[in-house]
């Protein structure tokens, strides 16, 4: 059975390549959504991709990977500094929950510093820009311990917590 990552993202982000480029750059979603696309084939998994501005739809498919999906990735955007809601579906999550921000927040002005949400995640990723999303697969997929044989021997070998 293939390995099923589900990738949400929240308010604003279907905005991204026109809203503030000389904070989160010129890459829209759908060019996001393709390059994950891509190499979830070369890692063997499929992913589900999704955006909301609506926090419960968000915390809707939080709730829906739950037995369905093995990891969540998830950019919370604005969310990340309010949503309780999100953090306590996050928590039902058993498998690897990755937080990913294109931007540095901890570079970022005081609202946009602490993500709240982070607290419910395995790991947070930010400041890499979109390859941010591709970095949030390899660890989800290593953190599963189903990293392919193609992959370098050397992430294999990586021993996390």
Same mark, same amino acid.
């Given at each position: 059975?293939? @390995?099923? /990552? ?10 991204l390549?026109?809203? #503030?480029? %000389? $904070? ?9 959504e ?11 998994v ?7 501005n ?11 990977a ?7 990735i998830m950019?919370?955007?604005?969310y990340?500094? @309010?949503? /309780? ?13 990755i #937080?990913? %921000? $294109?931007?540095?927040i ?6 946009h ?10 790991a947070v ?5 979109p390859?941010?999303y ?17 992959v ?5 070998g990586?021993?996390?917590?």
């Amino acid at each position: 059975m293939a @390995t099923k /990552i589900m990738i949400l993202n929240g308010p604003n982000l279907n905005f991204l390549g026109i809203r #503030e480029p %000389h $904070i989160y750059g010129p890459t829209t979603l759908k060019e996001i959504e393709a390059s994950c696309e891509e190499v979830a084939k070369y890692l063997g998994v499929t992913v589900s991709f999704h955006q909301s501005n609506l926090e419960g739809e968000l915390v809707n498919w939080i709730q829906s990977a739950h037995g369905n999906y093995d990891a969540i990735i998830m950019n919370p955007a604005a969310y990340s500094f @309010t949503s /309780i809601a999100l953090i306590d579906a996050l928590k039902i999550f058993e498998g690897p929950k990755i #937080e990913v %921000h $294109i931007s540095n927040i901890h570079a970022r002005d005081e609202l946009h510093r602490h993500s709240i949400t982070s607290s419910a995640s395995t790991a947070v990723i930010c400041g890499l820009g979109p390859y941010g999303y591709i970095a949030a697969m390899l660890a989800a997929v290593q953190k599963l311990g189903k990293l392919p044989d193609a992959v370098p021997a050397s992430l294999h070998g990586l021993k996390g917590r």
